[in-house]
């Protein structure tokens, strides 16, 4: 068995690559269990999550082992740190052992990129990325190997972690505007994603403007969201499962229960987008809503991506 670190999967896993490879593995049979969800308290009384993601085909297993723990930003570490596990599913021999931080954040933005590319407006010129974290700066790769962006703003809590962010982006040729006043930003991007671990909403649908995208990944846990029920009614919603999103978000799971959103309204999933099941957006005026909630075929892809690369 052989160990892949962070700094190699970020040299081999390229971002139309993945993309690429996402929306193959989508069309193709695989097998993928309801993943495992354990809410623990932590020394400190904070809620962390326990999070076993599995999912094979003919030939592969892969299992993914995550931890989030929210409050990690007080001690100037990521909130998410997980491994994975690759195993050959005839002899049950594990291939692969790698860190899945940089893998989860590349699969992430990818497949909120693959939606994209079925739902935001071939014309789009603004780009808008909410939240600090890893996810974000490759939100902004992968979202632009879809579309052609003029303008691409960042909207960020902590003011001097934005402009540190911004200057990052400046080394590697990419001009980011950091913005001050969300509610501006809103109103001016064509696609916003949204990557926080914010508890309450952030952006209220008033603010969404006709014929924007709005790509949802944080709120990962069931009392978390980061838009307003006025958002969800405005908008024509897709998510990566039903099984997933509309259960484990918040950002679903919460106007389902107060009769907000009717599940059977859901749109399409990321199968379907991709199988032409469903075309995707279907005018320039509509809003439309992407909600990730993670898959663990996504892993699978990312893994297989960079172990074949490797192999090779």
Not at 124 to 133: A, F, I, M, N
Request: net charge negative; with cysteine.
């Amino acid at each position: 068995m052989i160990f892949i670190d962070n700094k190699t999967i970020e040299e081999q896993l390229t971002y139309q690559g993945l993309i690429e490879e996402l929306h193959h593995i989508f069309t193709v049979p695989y097998t993928m269990p309801v993943r495992h969800h354990h809410f623990y308290e932590n020394r400190e009384g904070q809620e962390n999550t326990l999070i076993l993601m599995p999912a094979w085909n003919s030939q592969y297993i892969g299992i993914k082992q995550v931890v989030v723990a929210p409050n990690n930003h007080t001690k100037g570490l990521p909130a998410i740190h997980a491994m994975y596990t690759l195993i050959d599913a005839l002899t049950g021999v594990p291939l692969a052992q790698m860190d899945a931080a940089g893998l989860t954040a590349r699969r992430t933005a990818c497949t909120s990129a693959l939606a994209a590319s079925f739902l935001a407006r071939k014309d789009v010129q603004t780009l808008l990325v909410v939240g600090g974290g890893k996810v974000a700066e490759h939100l902004i790769h992968a979202h632009s190997t879809v579309r052609d962006y003029d303008r691409v703003m960042v909207w960020m809590r902590n003011e001097e972690k934005g402009k540190q962010f911004v200057r990052e982006q400046e080394q590697l040729g990419i001009e980011v505007i950091l913005v001050q006043d969300l509610e501006d930003a809103v109103r001016q991007a064509d696609v916003i994603s949204t990557a926080t671990l914010s508890q309450t909403p952030l952006i209220k649908g008033e603010w969404v403007q006709p014929g924007a995208h709005l790509d949802l990944i944080g709120a990962h846990t069931p009392k978390s969201r980061e838009v307003d029920d006025d958002a969800i009614i405005k908008s024509s919603i897709f998510v990566d499962s039903r099984e997933g999103a509309l259960h484990e978000t918040g950002e679903m799971a919460i106007p389902i229960a107060t009769g907000i959103l009717d599940p059977d309204t859901v749109k399409a999933d990321i199968v379907e987008l991709c199988k032409g099941v469903h075309t995707g957006r279907e005018s320039e005026s509509e809003i439309t809503l992407f909600k990730s909630a993670g898959l663990a075929i996504e892993d699978l892809a990312a893994a297989l991506f960079v172990y074949s690369r490797i192999q090779k």
